[in-house]
């Protein structure tokens, strides 16, 4: 089973400053990494797919890049509305498919 | 425009049955994955299961195959997550995800809004 790893757990950073969560996977996932935003009380949120490209009308301060085993979601410039959790998901390993998540960032105003 | 919904908040007691649905619209419902996430109180997201139902091919992950079924019924666009015996450890916020891709390799392009599932004596 692929393990992803996150870190760090708690990320605490200034509004309008540039936040860097990593994740990691125990193999290689090759491109098949997807990033998820989620808010107290609210369902996930899809950012970015295919570990860079974003997903539809997530702004552009949000980026993905790595392949393979390291993975990065970059916010360049926070906003209030950036503060949640982040989650990172592999859709590679099949069969059969397990669609493992991390275990999250939570991204705190410093 | 792409929907996943959700039946209600449900309350049960330990060894109830239960069956949660989601209900797709805004799509083809028989040509995408749907899978079940399960998010226990304070807890971060965990992959229960996929679903195709075009043909109802199933697929769960190792830690909850055995514990809950999932289905489909094509005829009303809806996806299911059944227990038949419910414990306390089933506490818990369920999501209906959907691929984003048409194939199994693929995120999750959509979430429903949750059911809240609470088992309590």
């Known amino acids: 089973e692929i393990v992803m790893t996150q870190s760090p757990a708690t990320l605490s950073v200034s509004p309008g400053e540039r936040a860097t969560l990593s994740c990691r996977a125990s193999q290689s996932v090759s491109s098949n990494l997807a990033w998820y935003q989620q808010k107290p009380g609210q369902a996930p949120r899809l950012l970015i797919y295919?570990?860079?490209t974003r997903a539809t009308g997530i702004p552009a301060r949000f980026s993905g890049s790595g392949s393979g085993t390291e993975f990065t979601l970059t916010i360049s410039s926070l906003q209030s509305e950036d503060f949640a959790v982040y989650y990172c998901q592999q859709y590679h390993h099949w069969p059969p498919p397990t669609y493992t998540f991390g275990q999250g960032t939570k991204l705190e105003i410093k | 425009e792409v929907q996943l919904v959700q039946s209600g908040a449900e309350v049960k007691k330990p060894g109830e049955s239960l069956k949660i649905s989601c209900k797709g619209s805004g799509y083809s419902f028989t040509n995408y994955w749907i899978g079940w996430v399960r998010q226990m109180p304070g807890k971060g997201l965990e992959w229960m299961g996929i679903?195709?139902?075009?043909?109802?091919?199933?697929r769960y992950s190792p830690s909850f195959q055995g514990q809950v079924t999932i289905s489909a019924d094509k005829s009303i666009s809806t996806a299911y997550l059944q227990w038949s015996s419910l414990k306390a450890s089933d506490s818990a916020i369920y999501y209906c995800a959907r691929l984003g891709d048409t194939g199994m390799v693929a995120h999750v392009g959509y979430w429903g809004q949750g059911t809240l599932v609470t088992v309590s004596s």
């Open positions: 679903i195709y139902p075009g043909d109802s091919d199933t």
């Open positions: 295919g570990a860079s």
